[in-house]
């Protein structure tokens, strides 16, 4: 009989390939540059920064629309799986964030670790997390479930989590929180309410809204970038603190790399789910971060909060594309399952 993983096999490159930048980070990257050359000023300004609003507003209904709760529901049987995920992404993350303080002057700007510690409290991300776990022949089933519930906790979680270590919004109180809800989660019931009537609609129509995805992401970075530069703030910057900034990011993510491998052994996890929980445990989500700032932190100071999500982002997606295929080539030579209990075999490549 045909093993049930050779559909996998044309996702798998023969030799390795170049590591390419993200040609969604390279239009983010343009459209930093374009703010500061061409900022929104005056009377245009305000006009952006409602358009950002309402482009918030729009992603999250569209990712209300994309999440069917049945799945979500069938998906709980795996209970400790999503457990351990949900653990890394809201419980070791926002603790490694709060121990970079320590970096604070010496490494890090003040300014610099709060878009780092913002970054720590943000949900996973659902693409890529599945796709790297397809790739490296891990359960693919149980990674939508787990990034889906992160993108689902996140909405609630990373705004209370950023009002208690960031102060957002005077703090956590029923204003602040209303407020909230009316921008993030009223948007995203809007979208689960709707979704029977148009998720085939968004179904035929995937590639557009794609673009309606990302070009609401940019719509918030130019005006966030915008706002930044107008109000002065990129003074503070330097390329020594970026480069500091880029190698607190990357020994971040090694450090949860490394434990989500060791906790996930520990607790026994065969290979496919331990797979699952390294590549949705270590990322975070540049689609939800990017409107969550514009929301959490308005004015100038949205700029540089989203500036280190930016450069972590491209920073997971090259480490793990590494990862899932060297993991993915392991299990092709090897000929494991989906669910082999050749855990061990991972350690050699993390």
């Known amino acids: 009989m045909p093993r049930p993983n050779r559909p996998l096999r044309s996702h798998l490159p023969r030799r390795p390939s170049r590591l390419r930048v993200d040609p969604f980070i390279a239009a983010l990257l343009g459209t930093v540059a374009v703010a500061a050359l061409l900022p929104a000023r005056g009377a245009a300004a305000p006009a952006f920064s409602d358009a950002a609003t309402g482009a918030v507003a729009v992603l999250f209904f569209l990712y209300g629309a994309r999440l069917s709760a049945r799945e979500a529901w069938e998906g709980l049987k795996q209970w400790r799986l999503h457990g351990t995920v949900l653990a890394v992404t809201f419980g070791l993350f926002p603790l490694l964030g709060v121990a970079a303080h320590l970096l604070v002057p010496a490494v890090l700007s003040p300014q610099l670790y709060q878009g780092l510690l913002f970054l720590t409290l943000l949900p996973s991300t659902v693409q890529s997390s599945i796709a790297f776990t397809s790739i490296a022949r891990g359960n693919t089933a149980a990674a939508v479930c787990s990034a889906t519930f992160s993108s689902l ?50 179904a035929r129509h995937r590639a557009v809204l794609g673009l309606v995805d ?31 900034l880029l190698g607190a990011e990357a020994a971040l993510l090694a450090l949860v ?33 990017v409107p969550m700032a514009a929301v959490l932190f308005p004015g100038p100071a949205a700029g540089l909060m989203v500036l280190p999500l930016m450069l972590f982002h491209q920073l997971q997606l090259m480490v793990c594309a590494v990862l899932a295929r060297r993991w993915g080539a392991q299990a092709e030579s090897a000929g494991a399952t989906a669910q082999p209990a050749a855990a061990p075999a991972l350690d050699h490549a993390a």
């Open 214 to 244: 990302r070009g609401s992401i940019l719509l918030v970075v130019y005006s966030a970038f915008s706002a930044a530069v107008v109000g002065g703030v990129w003074g503070a910057l330097s390329l020594p603190r970026l480069a500091a």
């Open 153 to 202: 906790f996140g909405i609630v979680l990373t705004p209370l989590l950023a009002a208690v270590l960031l102060h957002t919004k005077g703090g956590v109180s029923p204003g602040t929180m209303l407020e909230i809800a009316e921008q993030l989660l009223l948007p995203f019931a809007a979208g689960q309410v709707l979704r029977r009537w148009i998720a085939a609609w968004m």
């Open 257 to 289: 790399l490394t434990a989500t491998l060791l906790v996930g052994r520990r607790l026994g996890f065969g290979r496919g789910d331990l797979v699952a929980i390294i590549f949705c445990g270590s990322k975070k989500s540049l689609a939800s971060g």
